[in-house]
């Protein structure tokens, strides 16, 4: 029988700027540590995700930098793929959604919604600049929220109080600072109403998890249908002949990126995945409303490919306490990161501090506290203390093993149970608690190594860095989907050969043979930071 596909994406990060930790820690690392599990479990899983590259936001960085929006996304696009690729997080294809595959299937889309009469046009109220002779796009108004006053609303959104808007009090254009003046013209609306029943039928399903549930079905008793036109150049053209000058709407074509990019992997067999596979979606909470509402509506109006299985959506980060913001640089950037600390420090660090479903802090004082007393004292003593025993009393060759005592045996059962739970939690998207299941190994390790006392007692010596040896082997397996790196530096300096990327989950439970020569040179796996108060 063919294996079972599995289809996981990531939600397209928009390439209107660099990556920070909290695109991170929602979305891009639970994927790849979902995914690296599902690959080292022989499953069929294609990995997809790519830029989001179409909108206004990189309509008007374009404009005031004097560029073309396709040189904006092209300059992001090529930045933020580097980022994920220095941290270890494995995509198949990193595509972009200004590929002219992707604008054929977003226009394919509509024109078979548009057929089955799920799309029609009307006229409406738009904000028209006068100086510059245009309509204006939503984010090219801005103004006083009629709801609460707040002063920096968009043209459709109040990022103060979240809400939907039409109009705004006291509105300028953003580009050259004139009022506005409201003007009938046409766009084309989606009748997302239509499907009300059939998403809330989706969002009953089990496999969903509460958070994404509870958000999308406090939505569905207020369904509006849904604009997906705009007064753009940049973008995906509107298939009909009196749609001139418009533009679909950027979370239109955004989502089906993600067949586009994985038809471009796999040109032959990639729409497999979606017609036969288990679609998995990893988000960030922003935009549960659109992939759990507006997507599988899409899905369904064109009637060709799979709903999601689930969608799993990572909460919000916060930096200090405080919420982060880009354009106060109150924010913790991948790269600058990744100038002073190793990847996995980070990938650990956003795993290990709370789960995916809450949202989280990062504070640098704790980001220093875990990496020292927890990778480093636990895990990273640990794995060197074994490694360096075995190079100065064992001539650096794992020894042979006499009769295995009770402690022994519990060490190898603790082996065995810790492969059961930290599957069962990666399966269940719970990757903190998989984390932990990993750490508690180690620490058991350690105690079992200070109880042992091989350095006193001769006779057992021999059988207690064996049992540790392979403590250190089913941490290496056991780590390779949350911290990659460290998982092949330990996995090299324990002397095993062969291909790292190739290990199964169940090798995690075979045994290191005796007399197996570790390296030559063994290094500490972890160094300890120091963060300086600003």
Known sequence: MPKEKILVTCALPYANGPLHAGHIRSTYLPADIYVRYLRMNGK??????????HGTPITLTAEKEKTTPLEVATKYHKIMKQELKDLEIDFDIFSRTSTKLNHKNAQEFFLEAHKKGYIYAQDVDQYYCNTNKRFLPDRYVEGNCPNCGFEGARGDHCEKCAQALRTLDNPHCIICGSIPELK???????KLTVFKEQLKKFLS???????????????????????ITRDLEWGVKVPLPEAENKV???????????ISATQEWDKKNGLSYWKNGNIIHFIGKDIIYH?????????IAHGKYKLPYTIIAGEYLTLEKEKMSTSRGWVVWVSDFLKKYPADYLRYYLTITSPLATDMDFSWKEFEARINNELSDVLGNFVHRTLTFIQRFFYKTIPKPRKLDEKDKKIFAKIAETQKIVAQKIEEFNFLEGLKAIMELARAGNVYFNEKEPWKNKETQATTIYVTANLVHAIAILLLPFLPETALKIHSQLGHKGAFDELKWECAKEKVKAGQKIALHIKPIIQKIEIKST
């Open 44 to 53: 069929d899983v294609a990995f997809i995700c790519g830029s989001d590259e």
């Open 291 to 299: 992939h759990a509402l507006f997507w599988p509506a899409m899905l």
């Open 205 to 227: 399903r089990k496999e969903l998890p509460t958070n994404v549930k509870n958000y999308a079905l406090s939505w569905t008793e207020n369904l509006q249908n849904w604009c």
């Open 248 to 258: 679909l709407y950027v979370w239109w074509d955004a989502p089906i990126g993600y």
């Open 184 to 190: 009938s013209t046409k766009h084309w609306f989606f």
